[in-house]
């Protein structure tokens, strides 16, 4: 039986979210960033990060997935903050999505994507885009499977990221079938 669920997140959630945020950086991120980078991650300050965001309501819409209880990944969403993607026409942005290895390839992911498109729409967005790092093979093979097209590439310090994009929302909350 399947125990994953998603639901929005609410101000308590805020340390295991910053817990889970460290932690699925260490875990994507090893082969593609310094040792000293992610080592440097500090899960009191994610914490009070998300902390803020939830008290204050600056993200649009912040979602966790449970299983069994415990959360295993979390979204975000928001408007565009990228004004050549807004230009093209992208309104909506997700900021963040991470997902625990150990809860990886059960429907997580895919459900917190459907939750912040859905959340983006009922908000007037009809679409949406994210960057992802150019070298993350895994996060970019998901974005593509949920319909994904690259639409534009940037270089930020360090990384090189390309954008998806999404021009319709309505496949994204398509009901989803977990097989």
Avoid at 39 to 56: F, I, K, N, P, Y
Avoid at 106 to 133: F, K, T
Avoid at 165 to 174: K, Y
């Amino acid at each position: 039986m399947n125990s994953l669920i998603v639901r929005p997140a609410r101000l308590a959630d805020s340390g295991r979210i910053g817990e889970v945020h460290v932690a699925a950086w260490r875990e994507a991120y090893a082969d593609l960033m310094p040792a000293a980078r992610l080592a440097a991650l500090d899960v009191a300050e994610r914490s009070a990060q998300w902390r803020d965001q939830l008290a204050r309501g600056t993200a649009r819409g912040i979602a966790v997935a449970e299983d069994a209880g415990s959360i295993v990944g979390f979204a975000s969403c928001t408007r565009q903050r990228t004004p050549d993607l807004a230009a093209a026409g992208y309104s909506g942005e997700v900021a963040a999505i991470y997902v625990l290895r150990a809860a990886q390839r059960r429907g997580a992911g895919r459900l917190l994507m459907q939750a912040m498109a859905r959340r983006l729409i009922a908000e007037g967005d009809r679409s949406m885009a994210l960057w992802v790092l150019t070298a993350n093979a895994p996060g970019r093979r998901f974005y593509e499977r949920l319909g994904g097209n690259i639409v534009a590439e940037r270089v930020d310090g360090d990384d090189r990221e390309v954008a998806y994009g999404w021009r319709d929302l309505a496949p994204l909350i398509a009901p989803v079938r977990l097989i």
